[in-house]
Each structure stands twice: as C-alpha cells, then as structure tokens.
C-alpha cells in the first residue's frame, strides 16, 4: 500500500489521522521527550560550569551580561587586549570553564575516553610544571574595587603599559648581606632590578573619575625552613623610606646592634636621607674619636603572615604614587645562619580600596597565594 496514493491521503484526512513517517503534529516549545519506562531520564552532560561548578541559568546569564558591560567599559578606556580582558574577567568571576565539542566525541568512544584520560594526564603535568615556574614570582595585585574604579599598575613613570597586576623576577640563591650593600640609588630604578638582594619598583595611578582611599599591604604567603627570621624588608613610599624585620623570639623589637651591646655599631646611618621616621629607626651607640656610631631599629613585621601595610587617602583622578619594596637577607642579624639554606619566601603585594573588605581576596590573589618569592 502507497501511502503516498491519493485515494489513501484523501481517507486519512477524512478520519484525522497521519501515515507512519509522514510527520508528526509540532511540539511545544517546552516539551520534552520522556524516556521509556524503566530507564531513567537522560540529562544534559555538560553544563555551564565556574570552578567545576555546575551554573544556573540565571548565574550564565548575569556573566554573560557582566563580560559584555566589562569589555565595554574596557574598550571605553582603550584597553582591547584579549588577555588583559579575561584576566580582569578573571579577577571579577566573570568567566566559564573551558568546554570543547570533542570531548562530547570523547564520551561516547571507550578509546576516545583513553585518549582523553592520558591527555589530562599529560596537561596536569604540564600545568603543575608552569605552577613550579611561576612560584619565581613576586606579585602586586589590585582589588576588584579598585580595578572597578579604574586604578592601574605600571613598571614605568609613563604608564606605557598599563595593567591590573604585576609579577616581579625573584632573587635565587641569594647570600646574607649587610644593608650597606643595597645601593642608595635603587629607589631610582624601575621594575625588577635585583642583585644580591631582591629589589622592585611600581606605580600606581587613579585613571577613574572619583576620589579615593586605598590601602596597600606587604603580606607573606609561603616560607621554607623559617626564612623569614632573618629576611629584612624596606619599602619606598614616593622616595620616603621605612625597613622592617621580624621581632626576636622573645617577642621584641630587633635591632642591630643588640639592645643590650654597646661595643659596636654602624659607622654610618644608611638611607638616613630618604627615612620616614628617622628618629624612631636610628639611634647613637656610642661616639669613638669624635666618630658616632648608630644602632638601627627596624619596625617589626605586623604578624607572621603581614610585613607592612599603609595608606594613601584622597588620591584624586590620575594622580600617581610610587613604590620600591626591596627584601634581602640581613647578614648581621643573628638568625642568619645556614640553617636557613634551602628555604624560600613567598610574598606579595596587594592594594585596595578602604571601603572595601580586607578579609577579601581577589582570584587573581588567590591563584597567586603560594607562590614561590625566592630559594636561598
């Protein structure tokens, strides 16, 4: 029988039915096929996901509107870097998992299933390889309030290439020193400029439209074998100078010479010109033929996880603020011993606005949070 033979067409109208593969009445646009009895009903396999979580629409819907109002505002501002761009996505959340259509080929193929085991396999231990490479870097972060409010970062006075981070050349196998052997010129220099010690110098500047308040901070986020115990810090805040150490074990202040040993001290006062708080960092020891000699007093680290922090309040629109943070291994303390071989010291540099919430990390901070600064 000819389905497609006028007499039956006619009779098939007549009683309101259809022939077998001929067409079926249209599906509502919410309809979904239910799965025979017995079998459980298929769901989609793969989803929106953020961090291996799994999306709501709604959630897919506010970052896909979120990039577009951020690659606008990007734009608007002349930033059309397709890296710069997802790292400031990045930093906000606004961003998805990776997917490709292969991997669905993938599922559905035992030896494709193989295959795309041994290739995470193979991108696992290519991706913990970049980790151990970048653990070499010093970082400075902004918030996500302060990116929002249109602040930058520069290695440069002249802001030539702007960024929402920056990430510094660590010092290896780097040698106990005296704070003599840092050069008084190295807040003169620009980016990594490291030697025998760890140096770095940026700039931050308000390329927004309001005033504001921002606080920065010197944190420690990794250590190896105590390093931090002998490690001495000084940071340039536009050209004026504070050095700081851990306190003793005993809770106090260090200082060089000792408190209690009036035998010795420094011939000098180094970077006495550029101190901040000159009167609370150096003190007389002693004089010997008409010469003095000073003790130096190092601003203990706040905690064990926070070197300094600061602030910087009504920076106006495009005004700009300086800063070196240089770290060495301080060879007159003495906690500085070979013990300390081996170890190293993770550390970076954050700034946020001071409405904002300092418990807050930004992901960029987080992804950064152990990174390596230097091996001794």
């Known amino acids: 029988m000819d389905p497609k033979d006028p007499r039956i067409q006619e009779y098939l109208k007549q009683n309101n039915k259809t022939p077998p593969g001929m067409g079926e009445k249209p599906k509502p646009e919410n309809y979904k096929a239910k799965a025979p009895e017995g079998h459980p009903q298929r769901r989609p396999i793969f989803k929106r ?141 620009d980016g990594s400029h490291n030697g025998v010690y760890f140096a770095y110098t940026f700039y931050a500047r308000n390329e927004g439209d309001n005033t504001q308040d921002y606080a920065w901070s010197l944190n420690l986020n990794a250590e190896g074998k105590k390093l931090s115990v002998a490690t ?31 035998t010795r001290g420094y011939p000098e006062m180094p970077f006495y010109d550029f101190a901040a708080e000159p009167e609370r960092q150096y003190e007389v020891v002693g004089t010997k033929n008409d010469r003095n000699y000073y003790r130096l007093l190092p601003i203990p680290f706040e905690s064990d996880s926070v070197v300094c922090s600061g602030t910087q309040e009504n920076v106006a629109p495009m005004e700009v603020h300086k800063y070196t943070v240089v770290l060495w291994l301080e060879g007159d303390d ?18 946020r606005l001071v409405s904002e919430d300092p418990q807050k990390q930004s992901i960029w901070e987080e992804i950064w949070s152990e990174l390596k600064f230097w091996d001794k």
């Open 49 to 189: 996901r953020r961090g291996g979580v799994v999306l709501s629409r709604e959630q897919v819907k506010e970052i896909k509107e979120g990039r577009k109002k951020l690659r606008k505002e990007m734009k608007a501002r002349g930033i059309k870097s397709r890296q710069e761009f997802e790292l400031a996505a990045g930093q906000m959340g606004l961003y998805f998992d990776s997917s490709k259509a292969f991997w669905l080929w993938l599922w559905g193929h035992r030896l494709g299933a193989l295959l795309a085991l041994l290739g995470l396999l193979i991108a696992l231990m290519f991706f913990l390889s970049i980790v151990t490479q970048m653990r070499g870097y010093f970082t400075i972060n902004l918030s996500d309030g302060m990116f929002r409010e249109g602040f930058t970062l520069s290695e440069t006075a002249d802001f030539a290439n702007p960024s929402t981070h920056l990430f510094a050349t660590p010092a290896e196998n780097v040698p106990c020193i005296s704070i003599r052997q840092i050069p008084e010129n190295v807040d003169s220099l």
């Open 232 to 262: 001495w810090a000084m940071v340039f805040e536009d050209g004026k100078m504070r050095f700081y150490a851990k306190a003793d074990e005993n809770g106090q202040p260090e200082a060089l010479p000792a408190k209690d040993d009036s």
């Open 334 to 351: 003495p906690d500085c011993t070979d013990a300390l071989i081996g170890g190293h010291l993770g550390l970076d540099l954050g700034l």
